[in-house]
């Protein structure tokens, strides 16, 4: 079955820069998207299709894919962004489905 | 703006069925090219994939939970359904159900999920 590796945490500066990683045999190929999981809450999508943002998401919040590595960038990093961050894809395999990433914790120092 | 609600038994013994409901409000199980997710969480760890069904019923589900879930459709009351069985303490977690096909397959709408604890 198809494999989203993330690290466990980042830590990041308020106003500095996050990057969270996805890692998968040749994810590059597939549309990823990211979300955003508080406790307590629903997840929240952030980014679809590797770099697009629903309607209501801050352009701090965007995206790449390439190669075996997806990308979740926040700029400007504020303390409401500390969260779980999950990326997801469709493995089209023949044991096909929704896979989701291992997850993020990202704290706001 | 469509809004999902998890409903169901938040207690179930071991090898007992896990049967949950959401609700879809403000909006139509069977309009556009959607199709309706469950997706689970145990406590500590990440979110798992359950399965999807689609308007015209087709579903998809988690090999590792085949065999054990059914996701089924009740249109006249704008519902979908998870059944689990023979549950264990492994399937205690938070549970959500989502919706997806409006941006690409990304979840866009989802409820604020239903806690299950398997237990005797």
């Known amino acids: 079955s198809y494999v989203l590796t993330q690290p466990p945490s980042v830590s990041v500066a308020p106003g500095k820069t996050a990057r969270i990683t996805c890692g998968g045999n040749?994810?590059?190929?597939?549309?990823v998207h990211w979300y955003q999981h508080k406790a307590g809450q629903a997840p929240l999508l952030v980014i679809y299709?590797?770099?697009d943002r629903p309607s209501g998401i801050p352009e701090r919040f965007s995206g790449s894919n390439s190669g075996n590595t997806a990308t979740l960038t926040i700029s400007r990093v504020e303390a409401g962004d500390e969260a779980d961050y999950y990326c997801?894809?469709?493995?089209?395999?023949?044991?096909?489905?929704?896979?989701f990433g291992t997850g993020t914790k990202v704290t706001v120092l | 703006q469509v809004q999902l609600q998890e409903s169901g038994p938040g207690l179930v013994k071991p090898s007992q069925n896990l049967s949950l409901t959401c609700t879809v409000s403000?909006?139509?199980?069977?309009?556009?090219?959607?199709?309706w997710s469950w997706i689970r969480q145990p406590a500590g760890k990440g979110l798992e994939w359950i399965g999807r069904?689609?308007?015209?019923?087709?579903?998809n589900y988690n090999p590792s939970l085949k065999g054990r879930v059914t996701i089924s459709m009740n249109t006249s009351k704008n519902q979908f359904s998870l059944k689990l069985r023979s549950v264990t303490a492994a399937d205690t977690a938070v549970y959500y159900c989502?919706?997806?096909?409006?941006?690409?397959?990304?979840?866009?709408?989802w409820g604020k999920g239903t806690t299950v604890t398997v237990s005797s």
């Open positions: 299709h590797d770099v």
């Open positions: 403000s909006g139509s199980l069977t309009s556009g090219s959607y199709f």
């Open positions: 997801h894809v469709w493995d089209s395999s023949p044991d096909h489905g929704d896979v």
């Open positions: 069904i689609y308007s015209s019923e087709t579903t």
């Open positions: 989502a919706r997806g096909g409006n941006l690409a397959i990304a979840l866009d709408v």
């Open positions: 040749n994810i590059g190929s597939k549309g």
